[in-house]
């Protein structure tokens, strides 16, 4: 292979600094070259830096994209129209793709999903599904493919063989504070997407205080531009604004995640994770033609929810993924007799009476993640059984002293933690109103 002349790269960067229409060629020898090593990463942060300053255009956006999605594996269907997946740009309590996989394999989709571990307060789904005894989430692009054929679900670990040029990419964004640009935002997700050989995709972009995008109108400018992108790649896509200003569910921290997500499966649980899985799973049935219309979408979903298929789809993609027969079982019935379980359970009670207007996402994740829950590098080990059990719901009404939260750690809690932990509730005189999480949708 030739290696790139390095005086294109500073062309690119040049087009990039000076707002003018990168040489779209040149664009894809640079992106072949990240992905080989054979650029100096000096010369890529250059690059980064420009793009982060001044961004580029949705045509550039989406020719990044379509170069970062070819530099690895790019998964082969012979028909992609069932072929469906979602992303979440992450909140706290966020265990829907747990829950949606198998929901959506019980429906009649192909869902070959691939999603990260957390670098961020709270683990992230390949965590929680690693806190299973034997579960395994390093599996090959052909292994992916086969476990689609055999029962139309799978949950593997983002790994090099997929758009390895967003690894290097995002390394270099992380040591050069260029990880909130939309642009790079939006290859990075989407080209990992896009190499599911996707035909249909639904983005749940979180908007508020634990979210990444605090705003209305940043959610939706990061929305539209991986929509764009999505859809420039042939992929039928839309996006959904939710709020993350309080958790989602019952239950934060990994293995409480996935008993949470089995309380879903079982057709029991929060209304607020089913409300989630139900807008999510229907809007891919329906793009996908699975069903004509959303109405019918959502019965679709709550009728494998209610009926325990989405449940047994998910005992088989334990059991295909590594998790003996008998501990699966025991799993999708009772979940605590299989997971680890913390030394220690520190409860939580309202300080007066009242109606739960606001729980601090924010604060408890943070804690969670001191206890090990999240990590702060990359190396660090998690701790499964570290996170919250929440007793009560958005607008409910507590009396004084009523416990209404559950921490469970292994390490002794500090005073400033104790007092993090106190200030978490937020009570109103007057009950609030819960609106739906959803904000808008972008399509
Ligand atoms: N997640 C990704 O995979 N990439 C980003 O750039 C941001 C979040």
Redesign the pocket.
Known sequence: MIDMELVKVDKLISSVESNQMMNLDHLAEFITGVANHSIPVKKIEKWLKAVHSNGISVKETTILTRNMMQSGAVLDWSDNKLVVDKHS??GVGDKMSLILAPALAACGAKVPMLA?RGLGHTGGTIDKLESIPGFNCSLTPKEMQKQIADIGCCIAAQNDAIAPA?GLL?AI?DVTHT?DSIP??TA??IS?KAAEGLGSLVLDVKCGSAA?MKTKSDAEELAKSMVGAAKGLGINTTAQITQMDYPIGNYVGNSLEVIGSIEILQGMGSKDTRELVVMQGSALLVQSGIAQNNLKGNEMIEEVLSNGLALQYFEKMCVAQGVKGSIAKELIENPRNVLAKSSLVTKVSAPKSGYVSKINSMAMADIARQHGAGRFAIEDEIIFDVGFKILVDHGQHVSSKQIWLEFHHNQSLSESEMALLNSILELDDRQPRVKSRLISTIS
């Open positions: 740009t992450g990260g967003d995002y964004r990880i790079l935002i990075s997700i990992k990444f």
